[in-house]
């Protein structure tokens, strides 16, 4: 029994460098038939001549595609993701730096998502077809269909403009900049740990917004994915026995359904929350979120490839590991699974 | 368990507490700080000798002095910034300056001969991106010793390679490139042979009005006012904070939390300009937008169809319609404001004299053909009228929108047909664009240097060796003179249909005033900004 479960777990880990293998093979080759001549974003279309044969041999571009993308696999295997044109960083220094900021985003989003998106799921189930499930519905269409700079700017214009309830633009106010040490890059925390209140406050409040409306959009579909699995388990004989035995409706729709819903649950938010992490571009930058969305946006359209093929990877390994703790979440969770 | 009253009373008590946190949060911005809504991502370095940005310049420009600069209400005018005075040579080779007494650095200690020697020798040794505009007088790494040198604490000599117009020579030490810093601190800082290039990204050592108190990339700049400045400035701190979205930044303006908005679209401009709670300021920048015809393409390469693509273009109605508040019409290739700018505008939208030069150049019928361009709004569209235009003499141009850096490097490749592109002056000097437009001394593939008019395959011996002559003659009048002729020629010769000049504008709030915008970016001025 406890062989399988090693041997289980062994093949899931097993995956983790294939589906990295795959993911730098699939960025790299991009990044090379992208129109854009890499050299122009190192050297700028000014540079004289000499300096532009020595940048081309400096990133290799004179070796044959195979020979290159050696070279870039054998760095990343040593933990180099080599430097950022734009930036002029190690990638992992800009890593870092944009990291915790698209972190402390989408961990509050994913958290405001998951707990609306299932409360409201479970309330469309247990009253399906009544107004109050015409109404969760309505509320995730709306979630599904708006357009993410839409509403960003009309939050902006009425939180913001009219109302004058939250903060604009940026991760802190005026007063507030450079008041805090960095420590964690995460701006809430790191203002806590300094026992700085009022710059909590503030980093708070910036929050808000951007994180309100990533939520939005996560909880549409999470409570839809609740309230699909939540009918399936309220149909089922279980659920009639309980009934019949006389137990409250709380306890059946809980203790019993709920649990049962859980384990597909989990991997609807953990890929989410992936999701959430690899940064939200538009969001963003509406909101002037120096998050991983913007820096791989910024380093794409410059043709920084380096900083766009270790972002990716980034992202890819984010993915890979919430998909892992996902499954072994689900082993725990599901008794069939042991 | 409390009650329902409990929990209620409870709820409005957060409430009005929470109220309060918000409003603590909305103060106006503080007096004696400026705060500027840009789009500050494009920063890579705040290192004088490295930085090449739009943005990166213009802060260089308020921290750091150089030994010349120009003067603010005639941009063409030459003035000392740290040099008191200079004298050129008799061989036009050795240059000779002197500093300007009491000039301190932000540290309290006085600008001396052998900082600006560190500063010029450090840009020649690092050689980045903005290297080539101080490097182009023949300085490099094994000789800077003997021609960038000082001969007393307030005497510096620099000896060019060639024969050199003073004027060039001083006008490309005003860039930002040409930023005096301090050795003792920038040398105690350098590690690994980098000359403190580390240490400078995100520091600064000069002695303009303003220092680098941090900048956060994509997030802000801080800068505070240099307490030892010759002049100081009115404003103690200026922060620039990354605002992507104009939208954004106009919402910012309006609430007060911003005091100037950089990046305003041309209809938020127009709202603006009516508005009495606001202030513009407008340049001219040395920015150009136009359409380059590649010669290796047979039709383009007549000369009669060259004109006739001229003569296509309604250029006043495509500024009056589509970018009224964001870029002026201008047809030659030194932008306004830079010395020898010339501001005739021969051409204007005439179809039927348009159809006549295609039908004698042999193509009655018109002809098809491909045209790139950038994206992005307003060139996209731009783009569009420019097709209408050509359309209306049979010109059937078919659309190639692509991503900024791959159009560049299309044309760089040179296979293009038409191209509509933009086109920034490095330094104020009239040979930054001059170069570029009416210099091609190899046509060949594979040359050495890829100037727009080769990179539109333009072979210009004659035109080529007049761009070099003006960039030597040493009598300065006599070489303005040589820019606008040059200008007049390419006006009617080159394959470039010079359209639009961009504008700048800033928004600001009406309490502040002095805000100086420069026609480059490192001439943008914080040190006269006062906010009431």
Not at chain 2, 414 to 439: I, T
């Amino acid at each position: 029994m406890l062989l399988a479960r090693l041997k289980s777990l062994a093949a899931t880990a097993a995956s983790i460098p294939i589906t990295l293998l795959g993911l730098a093979v699939v960025t790299f080759f991009i990044g090379r038939v992208v129109p854009i001549d890499p050299v122009l974003a190192v050297v700028g279309d000014r540079a004289p001549a000499d300096v532009v044969a020595r940048a081309r041999i400096e990133l290799g571009l004179d070796q044959p595609l195979y020979a290159q993308f050696w070279r870039y696999l054998t760095d990343i295997l040593s933990g180099n993701l080599g430097r950022s044109v734009m930036t002029s960083n190690t990638v992992w220094e800009d890593i870092a730096r944009y990291f915790p900021a698209t972190f402390e985003l989408a961990t509050l989003a994913i958290l405001i998502a998951a707990l609306l998106g299932i409360g409201l799921g479970v309330l469309a189930a247990t009253r399906q077809g009544s107004w109050v499930d015409q109404a969760v519905r309505v509320f995730c269409l709306a979630g599904h269909s708006l357009p993410v700079f839409v509403l960003a700017l009309v939050s902006l214009l009425v939180f913001y403009a009219w109302l004058g309830w939250l903060p604009g633009p940026g991760r802190q106010g005026i007063v507030f900049q450079d008041m805090v040490e960095p420590v964690t890059g995460i701006l809430t925390l790191d203002a806590l740990l300094a026992g700085d209140w009022p710059a909590f406050w503030d980093a708070v409040l910036h929050l808000i917004q951007p994180a309100g409306i990533l939520a939005f959009f996560s909880l549409a579909y999470i409570a839809r994915m609740t309230r699909a699995f939540m009918l399936a388990e309220l149909r089922s004989e279980y659920v009639t026995t309980a009934r019949a035995k006389g137990l409250s409706s709380m306890r059946i729709v809980w203790r019993h359904a709920f649990r049962n819903t859980a384990v597909p649950l989990v991997t609807v938010i953990f890929l989410t929350y992936a999701g959430l992490l690899e940064g939200a571009v538009l969001t963003e930058t509406i909101f002037g979120w120096p998050g991983l969305g913007q820096y791989l946006t910024v380093s794409l359209l410059n043709a920084d490839m380096n900083a766009v093929l270790g972002a990716t990877l980034v992202v890819g390994l984010i993915y890979v590991v919430l998909n892992l703790m996902a499954d072994l979440l689900y082993r725990l969770m599901d008794p069939r699974t042991r | 368990m409390p009650s329902r009253r409990t929990l209620f009373a409870a709820s409005g008590a957060a409430f009005l507490s929470w109220d309060a946190v918000i409003r603590a949060a909305h103060a106006q911005t503080p007096p004696g700080v400026l705060v500027m809504a840009k789009q500050i991502d494009d920063v890579i370095s705040l290192d004088p000798a490295e930085s090449f940005e739009f943005t990166g310049t213009e802060i260089c420009g308020n921290v750091y002095q150089k030994l010349t600069t120009t003067a603010t209400d005639d941009p063409a005018r030459l003035a000392g910034d740290l040099a008191e005075s200079w004298t050129a040579g008799d061989d036009a080779k050795t240059f000779t300056f002197t500093l300007k007494p009491g000039q301190k650095f932000a540290s309290g200690k006085e600008v001396t001969a052998e900082d600006v020697v560190y500063s010029l020798q450090r840009v020649v040794a690092l050689n980045k991106s903005p290297a080539f505009i101080i490097n182009q007088f023949g300085f490099t790494k094994d000789n800077m010793a003997q021609t960038i040198r000082a001969t007393g604490p307030r005497t510096v000599v620099l000896t060019t390679a060639e024969p050199t117009a003073t004027s060039f020579l001083l006008y490309c030490l005003s860039a930002a490139v040409g930023s005096i810093v301090e050795k003792a601190v920038v040398s105690a800082r350098a590690a690994n042979d980098d000359w403190g290039n580390a240490w400078m990204k995100a520091n600064s050592a000069g002695s303009g009005p303003y220092r680098i108190v941090s900048w956060r990339a994509s997030e802000a700049v801080t800068l505070d006012a240099n307490p030892n400045a010759a002049r100081a400035p009115a404003t103690r701190r200026i922060i620039l904070r990354h605002v992507a979205d104009p939208s954004a930044q106009l919402l910012g303006l309006q609430r007060g939390d911003y005091d100037v908005a950089r990046n305003l679209a041309s209809d938020q401009i127009r709202g603006a300009q009516g508005d009495s709670r606001y202030t513009l300021v407008t340049q001219r920048k040395a920015g150009l937008l136009y359409i380059a015809m590649n010669q290796k393409h047979p039709i383009l390469s007549k000369p009669g169809v060259r004109q006739a693509i001229k003569w296509a273009i309604d250029y006043e109605g495509i500024q009056r319609n589509i970018v009224p508040s964001n870029y002026a019409v201008h047809q030659a290739f030194l932008p306004e404001g830079l010395p020898g700018a010339l501001t005739e505008k021969p051409f204007k939208a005439d179809v039927a004299a348009a159809k006549k030069l295609l039908a004698e150049a042999g193509h009655p019928d018109g002809f098809e053909i491909g045209f790139d361009f950038f994206s992005g709004p307003p060139v996209n569209d731009i783009a569009q009228a420019v097709q209408a235009n050509l359309a209306a003499i049979g010109i059937r141009a078919r659309m190639l929108p692509g991503e900024m850096r791959s159009v560049i490097t299309k044309t760089r490749a040179r296979q293009h047909d038409l191209a509509l592109l933009r086109w920034g002056s490095d330094y104020f000097d009239p040979h930054s664009n001059a170069e570029a437009f009416s210099m091609n001394p190899d046509n060949g593939d594979d040359a050495r240097n890829k100037t727009l008019a080769w990179r539109s395959a333009w072979a210009i011996p004659e035109l080529t060796a007049r761009t070099v002559a003006a960039v030597k003659e040493t009598d300065g009048e006599k070489r303005v003179a040589m820019y606008e002729a040059l200008q007049r020629d390419h006006q009617q010769q080159s394959p470039f249909a010079i359209m639009l000049q961009d504008l700048e504008v800033a928004v600001a709030r009406n309490t502040v005033k002095g805000l100086q915008i420069g026609v480059l970016n490192d001439r943008t001025n914080y040190a006269g900004v006062t906010k009431a």
